[in-house]
């Protein structure tokens, strides 16, 4: 079986030059450092439901799992500064769980998320054709659910939805295909992915 090709998105935007790429560990590694500081910040770590700090190396074992798993793993970058990363996890029978990551206070809440998350849906839905997406959200993670409540997600508690919460009282919500694909498709022709 052969490995999938890597692809990278890119997206111009007002907020910047927008790309999530998908890395090689090599490219994992050098941002290591970064990534594990990010997911330590204490806000951060807590809204994301790990109580202990990140090392390099944990990071990097991170994304070799994913990796091992069939999972699809992005950096994103901002004007070429890499501001956090996201992925697509737990992919099987055309649905995947969705996470995301905005690493500097600073950035959070100016839309970068949202946009983020958009490339990496037109990604998930239009290349990978999956079906559905789950997310799994911390009770106290306003933030993250807004972004998600503006992708056109709705709670859903069912027991595919609940496969894929990381912890038992987070909040799954879903977002089918076709119901995202119509609600943005004034902004997917502008996001572009290809092979690496």
């Not at 907020?15 to 790429?21: D, I, K, P, Q, W």
């Not at 806000?43 to 994301?48: D, T």
């Not at 737990?90 to 809440?109: H, K, N, S, T």
């Amino acid at each position: 079986m052969t490995a999938a090709a890597r692809f990278r998105i890119e997206w111009s935007t007002e907020s910047g030059a927008l790309v999530a790429a998908e890395p090689l560990l090599a490219d994992v590694a050098g941002q290591a450092a970064f990534l594990a500081a990010a997911y330590s910040a204490p806000e951060n770590a807590r809204l994301m439901g790990h109580p202990e700090p990140f090392s390099a190396a944990d990071v990097v074992e991170h994304y070799a799992a994913l990796l091992a798993e069939g999972g699809r793993p992005f950096l994103l970058y901002l004007d070429g500064k890499l501001v956090g990363d996201a992925d697509l996890r737990g992919i099987r029978d055309g649905a995947a769980e969705f996470a995301f990551m905005i690493a500097a206070r600073d950035l959070q809440g100016r839309g970068l998320g949202t946009k983020f998350a958009l490339m990496i849906h037109a990604f998930a839905f239009s290349t990978l054709e999956l079906e559905r997406l789950y997310v799994s959200v911390a009770p106290e993670n306003h933030a993250s659910r807004r972004v998600f409540e503006k992708l056109g997600y709705r709670v859903d508690g069912g027991a595919e939805a609940r496969s894929f919460a990381d912890e038992p009282g987070d909040v799954t919500l879903a977002i089918w295909r076709a119901s995202f694909l119509q609600a943005h498709a004034d902004v997917l022709a502008e996001i572009q992915a290809r092979a690496l």
